[in-house]
Each structure stands twice: as C-alpha cells, then as structure tokens.
C-alpha cells in the first residue's frame, strides 16, 4: 500500500512540475507583453515555488514511507503477491486518472508551449494570453480535482486479494493505512491549498495588468481624441492659412505681371540709351584719341621750350656769374632747414622756392604780407650736401690758383649753418669744411707731377668780440693790422696738413674748445663765430711760379635778435656783442655797396679779421640759413633783407697773390 503511495505521489508530482512549468512559460510571456506596452506585472511572494515545496515534501515523507515499507515487508512477507495485485490495480487507476484530462486539443496546447518556451513562433497578443491563461487555470483545477479524487480513492477501495496457489496459505487481510499516510494526505492537502493560493495570486496579478491594459487603452482613447481635435484645429487653421496664401500668391502674380510689364518696357528703353550711350562712347574715344595726339603734340614742344629755357637759364646764368665775378659781386645762396624739432611740426609753412630754385616766396602771417627774393641759387629742405657743395667747389677750388676765398653762414640760431658748414661726422652728410679741404687734397695728389702744394690750416672763434686760438687752448689773440698779403694775426697757430685726416684730426681738436650755450632758440646754441682758414702754397714745376691762396669758412653766431633768445646775465652778455657784430657787419656791407669812402672794418673784431675778405682782393660767398615755419617768420625775412642786400655788394675783380 505504501508503495502505491509513493507510486500515485512520484505521479501527481510529475503532473504538478508540468503545470508549474506551463505556468512559467504563460507568466513569462505575460511578463513580457506587459513589458512591451510599457508596464510591469504585479509581484507576488511565495515562500518557496511550486517544485521546491513538493520535492520538499517528497523527500520528508519518502523517508518515513521507507521505514515503514521496510518494517511491514519484514512483517508481512506472505502477502507480496496480494499487494502486488493491489500495486497493479492502483497503478491503471492513477494511469487512468492522469491521462484523463489529456486530449488532442490539450496535447496541441502542450506542443504550443513548448515551442513559446523553445523560443519559436510569433508573440501572442492580449486576448491570445488571457485565452491561454484561462485554459491552463481550468487544467489546473482539473488535476487538482483528480489528485483529490484519487486520494479518497485510495483511502476507500481495500487490496484486491489475489489467487494463491493451492499450496500456499490465504494472506492475511491488508493492514489499515498508517498514521504517516494521513500525516502525508494532510501535507499533500497543504500544498494544494498552497498551489491554490499561488493560483490565486496569479488571477490577481492577471486581473491588475487587464486593468493597467484597460487604463492604457483609455488614455490612448482620450489621447486620441485630444489629438484628433488638435488635428481638426491645426486643419481648420492651414485652410485658412492656405486660402491666405492663395489670396497673396494672386495678388503677387498680379504684381509680377505688372512688374513684367513695366520691366520690358525699361529695357526697351534703356537699349535704346544704351545704344546712345555706345554711339556717344565712340565719339568720346575718338575725341579722346585726338586729344591724347594733341596733347603729345603739345608735351613735345613744351618739352623742347622747356629744355630750350633751362639750356638758356643756365647759360644765362653763367654769364651772370661771370659778370659778378668780373664785378667782384658777392655770391648768395639760400638754403630752407628742414622741419626737425617737435616744436616746429604742426605749424603753418609760410616760404616756399620758386622760379626754378632762383627765388624764395614768404608769406608773412603777422604783417599779411607776401615777400619775393631772388639768390643766385636757393636750396629747398629736401636737398643733400653733396648738391649744395656742388654750387660751391669751383670757387673753393680757386684757392689753388692763388685767390683768397670766403664762405661765410648767416641765419638764426638752429636754421642749419653749422650743418651747412661742418655736418655731422657722417659720409653723405659731411659739410662744406670737410669736402672743400678733402677736394683740395685730391687735386694736389692729382697734379703732384707738375705743382707742389703745401696746404696748412688755422681755427680761431670770436667770443665776446676777442679772438681765441682753438688750437692752442683758446690763446687770446689781437689783430696787428692789415698788409697787402692779408691781415695780420701775430702768433696765430697755423698747422700743416700732409692728408685729410690729418685736417679732421685738427679740427675736431679746435672745435672741442668752441664755446657753445642753451638758449631759449637752440639747446646747443654757438655763442661765437667759428673761421676755419686753408692756407696754400702751390708752385708750377714748370715755370716756378708761386702763389699763395686763403680760403675762409666761416659759421657765425646765431642773428636773432636779443629778446628772442630770453638770455640772462653771461648769455645776454653773449648776445648782446653777437648782435654788435652782426650789425656792423651790416653796415661794412652797406658801405660796400653804396661805395662810400669810410669802411667801418674796425668797429668789431669780426669785420677787422674778415678785412681781406670782404673788401680786398677775395672771391665771397654767402650762404643765407632760413627756417620756413611761421614762427621764425620775422627773424627770416630779416635775414633774407640781409642777404639781398649782400648780393648787391661789388667787391671788384680778384687778382691771384703770386708770391
């Protein structure tokens, strides 16, 4: 009997293992549609699954039932054969019992399953689920009832006794079922319940995700309908805005017809100027083709007057020379300084060169006046050293053919006479001191074989109207008076040169004692007159002859009047003999020129020592140093008044000095 027990118990639980897993497979799925639509399904708590509590069961109870197998075996031995046809009965009935609920359509649905459970197939559907679900529910509960069914089956039917063979003793009756069996029966009732209640937790489970199911239909049904009076808005509002944009779109196809008019019309019109327009660009080329050959025809001739006037300017002016020469006139360059300092730019520019570099034009803002002077030859404040010693070589030059020669700087203080006279010690901007010297000695090396030349050099500067020697740590010197070599100067120092160098060498020697000062024109103002004097003795291979020469350069003090420098106290003092200087220098060249009797030469130191030069036998030159800003507007005209009277000046022919 306990076997039969294991028999039906090992059945049922193989029956329950394939209804758990049936179930398994239908929550999965469950599981996963409701995943898909976006929701989850309930969670229900189990103390243990389906298997793990009848395996649990099985194996406590199968231990008791062996015991008990095995001590009623011992103790009833006859009657095997009695049980075993017991054991037989109670396995067709089981057998019945288990294949009863299996049909063809329960066998397909197995099939079913364990194709989803395989993984093949397509996903059911919702309706597909709840279908599947119900029909496994109503299997469940038909297993259960025949589980059930079998149970009080057993209970109820005693062994069926077998027929002995008739030499073997009846059996003795089967004993009643043991205690453990109830004890198994109960626990087996247990389980169902418990089965049940999982059962019941999956209805509910089932029952919560119909209702998310319905909730989610309803909102798409309620979306739905939002969405559909959205559309029927947004319908409602493009026929309006279409029949809008049909209304614009005529009336746009009506402008662009009329704008289509009108534009074949302008074009018209405008091909007919545009042909105008080709016919009149035609003539004008063609005028244009006429002008340019009028024009070519004109810059031809006005290129050959031109260069006719220049060739007779220059020979005009050579003549003029000539005669000033034969008249013994002084020569007068002006030169226009350039503006450099910060306090000259932004001003007004008020002289300016004219007539091809042979006058200055100023006009005078204070007096609203516009003067004109005329000079030999007038430098603008672009042009170079080289240029302006140009204009001076021949008459320095002549000192080698035994003339005495002066080359003196007039101006205001910073208008460019030292620059004009020294320059700074650099190749392109050397003055007229160092070229003149320079050129000296390279027409000597060049003419060596025929003439022997001696050249020696003296610089002196006149500072408070006194002479002092820079070559001899400033001694004072006096003027003795004047011969007919020249004046005489007792104890001057006069070096002699062998090369240029050795001139560069003295001179800056000499002018390291010049006296210079700070005034309110220039901050490196000459507070005297510096004279450099080239003596040469040049004697003719040939003939033997000799003769003697001087060349005089010299860069006065600065001619501004007093109240323009703001000097005080040993500055005024400098200014004031300056000025002294300056004006009797003015009245020696007024005298010259009105040809009066008395020369006052012996009114300053300065016309006392340039006796010789201004009214002996000497070629002179002046150079007349201007600013072109309006604020040194009056101090230049003062000294172009200066130099125009200068030129006026006849001194008579040179003669050489043979000695």
């Known amino acids: 009997m306990a076997e039969t027990q294991m028999h039906v118990l090992r059945r049922a639980n193989i029956r329950l293992r394939e209804v758990n897993n049936k179930l398994s497979l239908e929550v999965q799925d469950l599981e996963d549609c409701l995943t898909e639509e976006g929701k989850e399904l309930p969670e229900v708590e189990y103390e243990c699954g389906p298997d793990e509590a009848i395996e649990k069961f099985l194996h406590e109870s199968s231990n008791g039932i062996k015991e008990e197998h095995d001590k009623l075996k011992a103790e009833h031995a006859a009657i095997t054969k009695s049980l075993e046809a017991a054991k037989n009965k109670s396995n067709d009935l089981v057998t019945q019992a288990i294949t009863?609920?299996?049909?063809?359509?329960?066998?397909?649905?197995?099939?079913?399953?364990?194709?989803?459970?395989?993984?093949?197939?397509?996903?059911?559907?919702?309706?597909?689920?709840?279908?599947?679900?119900?029909?496994?529910?109503?299997?469940?509960?038909?297993?259960?009832?025949?589980?059930?069914?079998?149970?009080?089956?057993?209970?109820?039917?005693?062994?069926?006794?077998?027929?002995?063979?008739?030499?073997?003793?009846?059996?003795?009756?089967?004993?009643?079922?043991?205690?453990?069996?109830?004890?198994?029966?109960?626990?087996?009732?247990?389980?169902?319940?418990?089965?049940?209640?999982?059962?019941?937790?999956?209805?509910?489970?089932?029952?919560?995700?119909?209702?998310?199911?319905?909730?989610?239909?309803?909102?798409?049904?309620?979306?739905?309908?939002?969405?559909?009076?959205?559309?029927?808005?947004?319908?409602?509002?493009?026929?309006?805005?279409?029949?809008?944009?049909?209304?614009?779109?005529?009336?746009?196809?009506?402008?662009?017809?009329?704008?289509?008019?009108?534009?074949?019309?302008?074009?018209?019109?405008?091909?007919?100027?545009?042909?105008?327009?080709?016919?009149?660009?035609?003539?004008?080329?063609?005028?244009?083709?006429?002008?340019?050959?009028?024009?070519?025809?004109?810059?031809?001739?006005?290129?050959?007057?031109?260069?006719?006037?220049?060739?007779?300017?220059?020979?005009?002016?050579?003549?003029?020379?000539?005669?000033?020469?034969?008249?013994?006139?002084?020569?007068?360059?002006?030169?226009?300084?350039?503006?450099?300092?910060?306090?000259?730019?932004?001003?007004?520019?008020?002289?300016?060169?004219?007539?091809?570099?042979?006058?200055?034009?100023?006009?005078?803002?204070?007096?609203?006046?516009?003067?004109k002077f005329e000079f030999d030859r007038c430098f603008g404040p672009t042009s170079k050293q080289v240029d302006v010693y140009g204009e001076v070589k021949p008459l320095a030059m002549s000192v080698l053919d035994g003339y005495n020669v002066c080359i003196f700087a007039y101006g205001q203080t910073g208008s460019g006479k030292t620059y004009t006279m020294e320059g700074p010690p650099i190749p392109?901007?050397?003055?007229?001191?160092?070229?003149?010297?320079?050129?000296?000695?390279?027409?000597?090396?060049?003419?060596?074989?025929?003439?022997?030349?001696?050249?020696?050099?003296?610089?002196?500067?006149?500072?408070?109207?006194?002479?002092?020697?820079?070559?001899?740590?400033?001694?004072?010197?006096?003027?003795?008076?004047?011969?007919?070599?020249?004046?005489?100067?007792?104890?001057?120092?006069?070096?002699?040169?062998?090369?240029?160098?050795?001139?560069?060498?003295?001179?800056?020697?000499?002018?390291?004692c010049r006296k210079t000062a700070s005034t309110g024109m220039n901050d490196q103002s000459s507070r005297s007159h510096c004279i450099l004097t080239v003596y040469t003795e040049v004697k003719n291979l040939a003939t033997g002859v000799q003769v003697g020469g001087k060349l005089n350069l010299v860069d006065l003090a600065g001619s501004e009047r007093l109240k323009s420098t703001h000097a005080e106290g040993a500055r005024k003092k400098e200014a004031q003999f300056i000025n002294t200087s300056l004006t009797v220098l003015k009245r020696v060249m007024s005298a010259l020129g009105s040809r009066e009797q008395h020369i006052p030469y012996r009114d300053c130191t300065l016309t006392r020592m340039l006796q010789d030069s201004l009214g002996g036998n000497c070629k002179c030159l002046m150079f007349a140093n201007i600013s072109m800003v309006a604020s040194n507007c009056s101090e230049t005209v003062s000294t172009l008044k200066f130099a125009s009277d200068c030129r006026s000046v006849e001194l008579g022919k040179a003669e050489v000095n043979v000695k």
Request: aromatic share 6%; proline share 5%.
């Open 100 to 371: 009863a609920p299996s049909s063809p359509k329960a066998g397909a649905k197995k099939k079913k399953a364990a194709k989803r459970a395989s993984g093949g197939g397509k996903k059911k559907t919702e309706k597909e689920w709840t279908a599947d679900y119900k029909a496994l529910k109503k299997q469940y509960l038909k297993v259960e009832a025949a589980a059930k069914k079998l149970k009080a089956k057993l209970e109820e039917e005693p062994a069926t006794p077998t027929t002995a063979p008739p030499s073997e003793p009846t059996p003795p009756p089967a004993p009643p079922p043991s205690e453990d069996f109830e004890k198994i029966s109960a626990e087996l009732a247990a389980k169902a319940e418990e089965l049940r209640s999982q059962l019941d937790a999956a209805e509910q489970a089932e029952a919560e995700k119909a209702k998310l199911l319905e909730e989610k239909k309803h909102e798409r049904k309620v979306r739905e309908k939002k969405l559909k009076k959205e559309l029927e808005k947004y319908k409602t509002k493009a026929d309006e805005e279409k029949e809008k944009i049909k209304s614009q779109l005529s009336e746009y196809e009506e402008r662009l017809q009329s704008a289509t008019q009108e534009t074949e019309e302008l074009i018209s019109k405008k091909s007919a100027e545009a042909e105008h327009i080709r016919t009149l660009t035609q003539e004008v080329a063609t005028a244009e083709t006429r002008i340019e050959e009028v024009i070519l025809e004109k810059q031809t001739q006005y290129d050959e007057l031109l260069m006719k006037y220049k060739r007779e300017e220059r020979n005009r002016r050579k003549l003029y020379n000539e005669l000033q020469e034969l008249k013994g006139n002084i020569r007068v360059l002006c030169r226009l300084k350039p503006v450099l300092e910060a306090s000259e730019k932004g001003q007004d520019l008020v002289v300016d060169v004219i007539d091809f570099d042979l006058a200055v034009a100023v006009n005078d803002p204070a007096q609203n006046k516009n003067h």
């Open 428 to 512: 392109e901007q050397r003055g007229i001191n160092y070229r003149s010297v320079k050129e000296l000695y390279e027409i000597s090396f060049a003419r060596s074989e025929h003439y022997t030349t001696k050249i020696s050099i003296s610089v002196v500067e006149i500072y408070n109207d006194v002479i002092f020697d820079l070559l001899n740590g400033r001694h004072e010197l006096k003027v003795k008076g004047i011969t007919k070599s020249g004046v005489e100067i007792p104890d001057i120092t006069i070096v002699p040169t062998a090369n240029v160098d050795e001139v560069v060498e003295t001179l800056y020697k000499g002018y390291a």
